[in-house]
């Protein structure tokens, strides 16, 4: 995989996500992630936002520092400071290069610290990270324990993902 030469940064704080009319207040966490963004979408992209899937909140600023994020590239994303504690992950949406201006939005993105995450027009994908190192427990399991405790593993994860 190919990695793009810069470093998107979004330091993230109160003013970086803002809720408008918002009438609760959101829990935040303090937090220094660092992320790996994969295009795999099959075009250019030249817009990268992303918000918390909370009613009311606004997208991000365009987090691409360069004109252009190409298909096949990755991209480093490092998200510092205070943000909103969601159980339905986040929406990232992106603007596809050309004259259309297509944009595109996934929802339901598990945001982790080491996670690499491969966007695909169907879907993202968490290829690494702390959701990574649960399946990675299982596998050492099967290896090295029981098939017992593979299996206790694998029902965890499965019922995790049904929640």
Not at 57 to 68: D, G, I
Not at 140 to 146: V, Y
Request: proline share 2%; hydrophobic share 35%.
């Amino acid at each position: 995989m190919k990695k793009l030469g810069f470093m998107v940064m979004a330091v993230l704080c109160a003013v970086g996500f803002t809720a408008c009319g918002s009438k609760e207040p959101v829990e935040t966490k303090e937090v220094s992630y660092e992320l790996t963004f994969s295009n795999d979408t099959g075009a250019d992209i030249s817009e990268l936002c992303l918000r918390p899937a909370i009613d009311n909140y606004s997208w991000t600023e365009n987090l691409l520092q360069e004109e252009l994020w190409k298909d096949g590239y990755e991209v480093p994303i490092e998200l510092t400071g205070s943000i909103p504690v969601t159980e339905d992950g986040w929406e990232v949406k992106v603007i596809f290069a050309g004259k259309e201006k297509e944009e595109h939005t996934w929802k339901d993105v598990q945001i982790a610290n080491d996670a690499k995450i491969s966007f695909t027009m169907k879907e993202a994908v968490i290829s690494s990270g702390e959701q990574a190192e649960e399946t990675d427990a299982a596998d050492d399991a099967k290896k090295h324990g029981t098939e017992d405790e593979a299996e206790d593993m694998d029902m965890k994860d499965a019922s995790a993902e049904k929640e």
